[in-house]
T-cell receptor, first 114, second 115 residues
């Protein structure tokens, strides 16, 4: 079984400041890891994903995440927050190989303060 | 290429009724997954269909059911609606089954309100 923990249901940053959204996972086998963003009244959009290979993953809109197996973490970062980054962010995990369901974290709402 | 479409976008029902939601995946995608999103429980996996077969099922009662047609379009049905079924229901499609490296693309969701 797999699970995801997102630390902080609400995060506030100033415009131009570093964005750091935390995600820890538990998995019995190598995981696939994802970050999604959801804007109000919209579905989820994939920001980035880790499957295998390079542990630093670059995504859209300037976001990136680093897979750290020893820490079972997959934190999302962006060097400089924009007002348009205000949204809810979801970390998700699925198990490698075969047909597996995706498990999502509870979500983190990012507020960007001008 | 058109994205994932879900109909209807908004729905209001009363307790005890049943409801059917529809999802049209991206052309060529064979996998459709359904999720329920609520403020308290977050995103919870309902079920996944691949080539008309249910591949995975989440921990939901039997009142929640689904099916997939030969053109990959999917429907989910909720019978005997309860107040707690009020949620945003999201559909996602991908070329292959979830858990693969393939990306899931989400639709805008159907907002169901049960009165």
């Amino acid at each position: 079984a797999q699970s995801v923990t997102q630390l902080g249901s609400h995060v506030s940053v100033s415009e131009g400041a570093l964005v750091l959204l935390r995600c820890n996972y538990s998995s019995s086998v190598p995981p696939y890891l994802f970050w999604y963003v959801q804007y109000p009244n919209q579905g989820l959009q994939l920001l980035l994903k880790y499957t295998t290979g390079a542990t630093l993953v670059k995504g859209i809109n300037g976001f990136e995440a680093e897979f750290k197996k020893s820490e079972t973490s997959f934190h999302l970062t962006k060097p400089s927050a924009h007002m348009s980054d205000a949204a809810e962010y979801f970390c998700a995990v699925s198990l490698s190989g075969g047909y597996q369901k995706v498990t999502f974290g509870i979500g983190t709402k990012l507020q960007v303060i001008p | 290429k058109a994205g994932v479409t879900q109909t209807p976008r908004y729905l209001i029902k009363t307790r005890g009724q049943q409801v059917t939601l529809s999802c049209s995946p991206i052309s060529g995608h064979r996998s459709v997954s359904w999720y329920q999103q609520t403020p308290g429980q977050g995103l919870q996996f309902l079920f996944e269909y691949f080539s008309e077969t249910q591949r995975n099922k989440g921990n939901f009662p039997g009142r929640f059911s689904g099916r997939q047609f030969s053109n990959s379009r999917s429907e989910m049905n909720v019978s005997t609606l309860e107040l707690g079924d009020s949620a945003l229901y999201l559909c996602a499609s991908s070329l292959f089954a979830s858990g693969n490296t393939d990306t899931q693309y989400f639709g805008p969701g159907t907002r169901l309100t049960v009165l």
